[in-house]
Structure formats: structure tokens, C-alpha cells
């Protein structure tokens, strides 16, 4: 019952009674941005979040974080050279394949959601707070929800953060630190994350059935 009840206050945080199918993107972005920060509950090397109720971890590797929700893999990337070198970017978001891109600034942190239509149907990606987050899905308003909540609710330990890079900033684990930024190659993450073989696909729950969108609009 005490799980009902906290998502239910969690859904009506969030959509102000609205279901969050009539809101729009901005709407969508702006509200779970202005949610108060939660306690976390999920911890790794040099960071810790807060994983919805409705969010699994179903794999991690060097800062390449695989969740699960309602049968879509989000794939969370967590830049520690960028946090440690506090190191933002302003991105340019001017392509005409996307079917909606935004820039935005929210607690002195930058950030952007883009969405394009991609086979099984739309790539939402959302960078945020140093992390970003790529996920094909039917379901774009509840992905750009939920990624924002995670990506909101990353805490940094810089101590930690210091003692696993410290003088090798410039250097540590390069190959991994070049997949923030809007991408040239659709589903370059997606595609690295399988080639290199971040998670095992067999550990990995069964994808669910979708009930797809009336629109991405």
C-alpha cells in the first residue's frame, strides 16, 4: 500500500493533476525540472541517484549505467572527467532531422532534449548535470521524465572522483569520455554500448510490450 501511495504522489508532483500525455515537451521538461530533489537510492563509484520507482538498474561498467523501464533500456553515461574539470558545454542544435530539440539552463547547470525518429520509434536524448541519457522508445514523455529525474538527481564525490582520475584528468579511460554532445551517427551509444558488450543481454528482463504513443507530438 505504502508503495501505491508513493507513486501516486510522485505522478501527481509531476503532472499537477494533469496526465502527462496532455502536457507538451516544455511542459513536461519544466515540471520535473522544478521538482524538489529526492534522497537517493542508489549508489556507485564517485556518484550516487535516485532511480523512480518505476526504474531498475539492470547493469553499470566504468560510468555506462544500463536501466530499465516499462520494456525500454536507458542508456546513462556519467562524465566524471567533465564533473571533476566542472566543465560545461553550450550545444548546437540546429539539425532538421530532429522532430524536437531544446536548450536549457537550470540551476547553473546547461542542458538540452532532443528527439528523432529512429527504427522501433523515437531517440530521446537528454544531457544533463554531467550525465546524459539515450533511450529508443514509443513512450517520449514518460522517457523525458524519468531521464530528467535521474540526471537531476546525480550527486558527485568529488574526494572519490579525485582519487580515481587526480593527475590523469586528461587521459583516464579516454575511449569512454567522447559521447557527450549531440551526435553526427544515430545511435552511437546504443551501438557501442552492444558492440563492446556493456550488459548481458540475457540478464536482462524481457522487453515489454509498448503501448504506443497516438504521436511523439
Partial sequence: ????????????????????????????????????????????????LYLPENVTMIGDLNGNDILYSGGDKYYLYVDLISYYNKKQNIYNLENKNYTYSKNFDYNKLNGYVTISKSKGGFLVEIMYNYAKIEVVTKDVK???????????????????????????ALVYDAETFTLLGPKTK?????????EYGVYN????????DIIEMESAD
Fill in 201 to 208: 543481454e540475457k540478464d536482462s528482463p524481457e522487453d515489454e
Fill in 1 to 48: 500500500m505504502k508503495k501505491y501511495i508513493i507513486i501516486f504522489i510522485a505522478l501527481f508532483i509531476l503532472t499537477g493533476c494533469t496526465n502527462i500525455k496532455d502536457l507538451t515537451y516544455d511542459e513536461v521538461i519544466n515540471k520535473t525540472l522544478n521538482q524538489k530533489e529526492v534522497k537517493k537510492n542508489t549508489y556507485l563509484e564517485g556518484y550516487k
Fill in 142 to 168: 514518460n522517457a523525458i521524465a524519468n531521464s530528467l529525474i535521474v540526471l537531476k538527481n546525480i550527486d558527485y564525490n568529488y574526494k572519490i572522483i579525485d582519487s580515481m582520475i587526480g593527475s590523469n
Fill in 186 to 194: 544515430e545511435d552511437n551509444f546504443l551501438s557501442y554500448v552492444e
